[in-house]
């Protein structure tokens, strides 16, 4: 094992040449990835064997060194030329037959290292320990890493070699290494948690960011020579908070049950006979069951050590990092447009899925397998205080609109609702009044306001394409409800109508765009199936004479997906809108069209970048975004919204009064 | 290998033109297939739709390219019944051997069907399209392209990568891919080191629906890695060009969708 062999070759010119002990394990792996974004330094990684072993640093602009920490010889070959040497490097294993091997490594390992340190004349020796070495009661581990201290701290000053020791509390951080990972990966697959003992003891998990910028800030920085640093993170809690942190991360809510302490211990004890591949060892146990007394203040005035909270630290390790150049968006509501939303702000560049919200936590795994990849919370407020989107996009049924909304206006979070606005003009009148009393940039799913055709249709009539418009007839039709049904849907309360409010919306959205909003109101329900409308006919006359008729139903045969159709007739032809193409027919050619029939296919529309859903959603999204980023744009206001809900609200009335009335 | 993929590309085929059932008003489709039978050649673009299986399986010979699982009517039915009474419905329809099979196959998954892991319930949703299509013998089956561009939207290699898996299953009918952003699958394709025999798309002369370009588009049919299967939309007086466009680009095969004018 003496055999040295450097595979890769730094072309980099740096100041700090450093070799790290144990860089292929998991403070190794993020401590390599920390240096190299440091030009400073110049990394040598020790590892053991082969390049199977080199884990995530492979591939990296790092020197590769074969050798081990046991080998004096291969510790002094790995040392030459060195500055720094971080130490890490250490035995964990629990069989009883590798106590001998933990010696060895933890103890006999740190003895080569310094020596090697004193053969090349290394200027600074970092020696990562633990809190274990403080505890009453140690483990194989515990005490052998206290032994490897007393030999580092016992470094006579005269031979130059200046150290530092550091001593993480439980180290956590994204990847399949290291005890919180087994942590995890045990939370979520097992259906119930076993937490040893009452639980009520504390800890300090630091997260593995926060140790590794701490180990780059100490290279070389005289204050820290012969001193021992304790590092732990920003949130002291008790297991139990600690498990349902995690559970709260991972969007879980799996019970927990209580084992006696000497249970688990004995159980671990006999494991550790058989295997050496258990999740949590003994020395772990007696880690989480013995508070150590911790002290960052001389950390902190040394080399401003900072640590994030556990719940920031977990959801990053869990979720990944969040990235602060785009917008955090959160999507309340997990239903089928909940879904199509989350998965465009997924696929957006300009923004980030910072965290799902519904009161459905079974949609969770559904969610997960479409990999939308965020934490999930099934409390609302929990999950806009902790999660501080930038934004949200909200789809739930319109009678929880109002109570979501004004949860989202009181933390000035800018939203865009799905439509209808509410369930109630009420309703709608009260959130039109939160959002522009904060100024908030705020936006309603009318999709149709975003698409080229429904602009193309604008532009006709303002060039006066059509001449004087006198009416028109629309139509909003699907096969959806042909015999009594269940659900929120078809619940007046929750849905706050049928098919007018859910499909016939859209139409009303179109002709208040095209027209704005008409005098006065009449309008005809049916309802065979349903307690709310399966089908209505809908009148509507403007001040200057233009008369319009509506028919939408959701209990028409022959339609597979909803069909929407408008025609307009004016004094000069007429114009049908269909969701695929747009008709003219004029008695004189009018605005670059001739007499006759142009028919205006959706082909001829320009084209979205990307689609999902169907015309209109992407370009929504990214206009709500694009607002929300310039503080202002182009949208489907809240006031559009008010205004198609004073229509939808004409609409009942109307029914319930038998007579027109006015909007 | 190589010659396999080389036989599947767009190169050496005679350009044929099918008819893509959709749209068409329930009722009609019947009608429909009958008077266009002989001009599409017998070559059908279908969802797994029920009046369009019965009019082309009444006819001696056809060619099918099927569109699985038909997301919207999934959706449809589960508004309409629910999701226990359409689970109940569509398994009543199979026959027992066909209930026997399908048990044994997901037995150790009925856990996650019912958390609605999209993984785990694909194939089963794709089985069940499968039994209603195979009276009519599809040649290849596109997975819908609400399913795909989810997926790509998502960056869900699994999904993807579990239906072409199927091809096991199906090996007398070819997997391919459905999508409206070609261009992006395409990269993602690359990306996730998955290979699919054929990807069915949206061409047409104007450009639409031909993302994130039309020139990107045309550029993957001029050097294909695998059979580019257009769709478009148009009208009987429209028609003759589009085909003519999609001709010229060295597509080889594409189905038209006949709209009303």
Request: aromatic letters at 8%.
């Amino acid at each position: 094992m003496a055999t040295l062999s450097i595979q890769k070759s730094n072309t980099s010119k740096p100041s700090i040449h450093v070799l790290i002990t144990g860089a292929n394990g998991f403070i190794g792996q993020a401590l390599v990835l920390e240096l190299l974004q440091d030009a400073r330094f110049s990394i040598r990684a020790m590892v053991r064997q082969n390049k199977s072993k080199k884990g995530n640093v492979s591939g990296l602009n790092v020197s590769y060194v074969i050798g081990d920490v046991t080998d004096l010889s291969s510790c002094i070959a790995a040392t030459k030329g060195v500055d720094v040497v971080y130490h890490l490097a250490a035995k964990t294993s629990e069989k009883p037959s590798e106590t001998a091997a933990s010696y060895a490594i933890n103890v006999g390992g740190t003895k080569n290292i310094i020596s090697a340190c004193l053969v090349n004349k290394v200027k600074h020796l970092v020696v990562v320990s633990s809190q274990s070495t403080k505890r009453a009661r140690r483990g194989a581990y515990g005490e052998t890493k206290r032994l490897a201290d007393l030999e580092v701290e016992g470094i006579p000053a005269a031979k130059g070699l200046k150290y530092t020791i550091v001593k993480p509390t439980l180290v956590y951080g994204p990847g399949s290494k290291g005890l919180f990972s087994n942590v995890l990966k045990l939370v979520e697959k097992l259906p119930i948690i076993p937490i040893v003992g009452s639980g009520n003891y504390k800890m300090q998990p630091v997260h593995v960011d926060d140790v590794v910028v701490a180990l780059r800030s100490i290279a070389l920085n005289s204050a820290t020579y012969g001193k021992t640093y304790d590092l732990a993170g920003g949130t002291r809690l008790t297991f139990n908070s600690l498990i349902s942190t995690i559970q709260r991360v991972l969007g879980t809510s799996k019970k927990v049950v209580h084992v006696p302490y000497r249970l688990v211990y004995s159980g671990i004890k006999g494991m550790s006979l058989v295997t050496s591949k258990i999740p949590v060892t003994t020395d772990n146990l007696l880690g989480l069951m013995q508070e150590t007394s911790i002290s960052l203040t001389s950390a902190q005035e040394d080399f401003g050590f900072t640590s994030r909270s556990f719940f920031d630290g977990m959801t990053q390790s869990v979720w990944g990092r969040r990235d602060s150049s785009k917008i955090q968006v959160g999507i309340i509501g997990l239903g089928k447009m909940g879904l199509l939303h989350a998965s465009l702000v997924n696929h957006m560049d300009s923004t980030q899925l910072c965290g799902v919200f519904d009161v459905n936590t079974k949609v969770r795994s559904q969610i997960r397998s479409l990999h939308i990849h965020a934490p999930f919370y099934s409390n609302l407020a929990l999950f806009l205080d902790e999660v501080k989107p930038d934004a949200v996009i909200i789809s739930i049924p319109p009678a929880f609109t109002l109570p979501t909304i004004r949860e989202v206006v009181k933390r000035g979070i800018p939203f865009l609702v799905e439509k209808p606005l509410a369930d109630s003009l009420e309703h709608a009148s009260e959130i039109v009044a939160l959002a522009s009393e904060k100024k908030l940039i705020a936006a309603v799913g009318f999709m149709q306001g975003y698409t080229s055709r429904v602009g193309l249709v604008v532009r006709l009539l303002e060039k006066g394409v059509l001449g004087t418009v006198e009416s028109f007839e629309g139509t909003a039709y699907v096969t959806q409800v042909l015999s009594r049904k269940k659900g929120w849907r078809y619940d007046k309360k929750t849905a706050g109508g049928g098919c007018v409010s859910l499909h016939g919306t859209h139409l009303l959205y179109l002709m208040y765009r095209l027209f704005g909003l008409p005098a006065k109101v009449g309008s005809t329900l049916e309802f065979p199936y349903s307690e709310v409308e399966d089908k209505a006919a809908i009148s509507c006359s403007y001040k200057n004479g233009v008369k319009g008729k509506l028919r939408v139903s959701w209990s028409e045969k022959g339609f597979s997906k909803l069909t929407i159709g408008l025609t307009v007739i004016g004094k000069n032809g007429s114009m049908r809108v269909e969701d695929d193409q747009v008709i003219v027919d004029l008695k004189t050619g009018s605005g670059g069209y001739s007499a006759g029939r142009t028919v205006i296919c959706r082909e001829e529309f320009e084209s979205c970048e990307f689609e999902l859903g169907g015309d209109g959603y992407y370009q929504e999204d990214v206009a709500f975004v694009n607002a929300v980023r310039a503080k202002g744009g182009d949208l489907v206001t809240l006031q559009d919204g008010f205004n198609v809900q004073k229509l939808l609200d004409a609409v009942y009335k109307s029914h319930a009064l038998k007579k027109e009335v006015k909007v | 290998m190589k010659s396999t993929r080389d036989s599947q590309k767009n190169t050496g085929e005679t350009f044929t033109v099918g008819l893509f059932v959709d749209g068409a008003r329930e009722g009609t489709k019947k009608a429909l297939i009958k008077k266009e039978y002989v001009a599409s050649r017998g070559s059908f673009l279908v969802f797994n739709d029920a009046e369009a299986i019965a009019a082309i399986d009444s006819h001696f010979m056809s060619e099918v390219y099927a569109i699985v699982p038909d997301v919207s009517r999934y959706v449809r039915d589960m508004t309409k019944f629910g999701p226990v009474k359409m689970g109940m419905l569509k398994l009543r329809s199979l026959g027992v051997l066909e209930l026997i099979k399908l048990g044994a196959r997901h037995v150790w998954d009925v856990r996650a069907v019912l958390k609605q892991d999209m993984v785990k319930v694909l194939p089963i949703l794709v089985h069940l399209d499968y039994l209603e299509l195979k009276k009519v013998h599809p040649t290849k089956m596109f997975l819908h392209y609400q399913m795909t561009d989810l997926a790509l939207a998502n960056n869900n290699r699994a999904l993807i990568a579990c239906y072409l898996g199927l091809k096991k299953r199906y090996s007398h009918c070819e997997l391919g891919l459905m999508t409206k952003n070609l261009t992006l699958l395409e990269e993602k394709l690359r990306e996730w080191d998955l290979y699919a025999p054929s990807v069915l798309a949206p061409f047409q002369s104007t450009g639409y629906g031909m993302r994130t370009s039309q020139k990107k588009c045309e550029g993957l049919v001029k050097v294909p890695l695998r059979q580019y299967v257009a769709y478009t939309y148009a009208t009987a007086a429209r028609k003759m060009g589009e085909v003519a466009y999609l001709k010229k680009i060295g597509i080889k095969k594409a189905f038209v969708c006949l709209r009303e004018e």
